[in-house]
């Protein structure tokens, strides 16, 4: 089984600033990694897929990068609805498909 | 709309039986790969099942290998989880959701379902 570990577990910045976000594989995944964020009561909502793939309607500043084992998810600028926790998931080698523990992007 | 609606979660005791329905619309159900995940209180994302666009490849977290059926009935638009000898550690929401057409990740996801396995 492929273990996804991301970092760091908290993210504590203030509007405007980067985010950079971190997901290691255990073992290489290529390219199928998505990222996912999910705010309070709500179900995850995908931003990237293929490690760097933008889904339908996500905004410019989210963007992906990484191949084999380590991958980043970068927001350029954050807003103030960026807020939430974000996970990373492999597709590469499966069953099972796998989530990393998850970052939470909090407000400083 | 492309949309996936949950239903059939609720209050259950250790040892009993209940079974999740995914209705989609907005999109042709039969082309994609449908997955079960859940999240317990308070954590992360678990893949629970996936089933391929036919009904003919189905896969399983170990944890409920046995005791878990996923099935589809493309005619109807539907996915089911039927889960069986429900634990306390069953306890989570479940979300439907749609496979990234020849891509990695879930591209569409139902609102959740609660269920609780208590006495």
């Known amino acids: 089984e492929i273990v996804l570990t991301q970092s760091p577990a908290t993210l504590s910045l203030s509007p405007g600033e980067r985010a950079t976000l971190s997901c290691r594989a255990s073992?290489?995944?290529?390219?199928?990694l998505a990222w996912y964020q999910q705010k309070p009561g709500q179900a995850p909502r995908l931003l990237i897929y293929?490690?760097?793939k933008r889904a339908t309607g996500i905004p410019a500043r989210f963007s992906g990068s990484g191949s084999g084992t380590d991958f980043t998810l970068t927001i350029s600028s954050l807003e103030p609805e960026d807020f939430a926790v974000y996970y990373c998931?492999?597709?590469?080698?499966?069953?099972?498909?796998?989530f990393g523990q998850g970052t939470k992007v909090e407000l400083k | 709309e492309v949309q996936l609606v949950e239903s059939g979660g609720g209050l259950v005791q250790p040892g009993g039986s209940l079974r999740l329905s995914c209705v989609a619309s907005?999109?042709?159900?039969?082309?994609?790969?449908m997955s079960w995940v859940r999240q317990a209180p308070g954590e992360g994302l678990e893949w629970v099942a996936t089933?391929?666009?036919?009904?003919?490849?189905?896969y399983y977290v170990d944890s409920v290998k046995g005791l878990f059926t996923i099935s589809r009935d493309n005619a109807e638009n539907s996915l089911s989880l039927h889960m069986n000898s429900l634990r306390a550690e069953d306890t989570a929401v479940y979300y439907c959701?749609?496979?990234?057409?020849?891509?990695?990740?879930?591209?569409?996801w139902g609102q959740g379902t609660m269920v609780t396995v208590s006495s």
């Open positions: 998931q492999q597709r590469s080698n499966w069953p099972p498909w796998t």
């Open positions: 293929d490690a760097f």
């Open positions: 907005g999109f042709t159900f039969s082309d994609f790969w």
């Open positions: 959701a749609r496979e990234v057409r020849d891509g990695s990740g879930f591209d569409i």
């Open positions: 073992q290489s995944i290529s390219i199928y």
């Open positions: 089933i391929k666009q036919d009904g003919n490849e189905k």
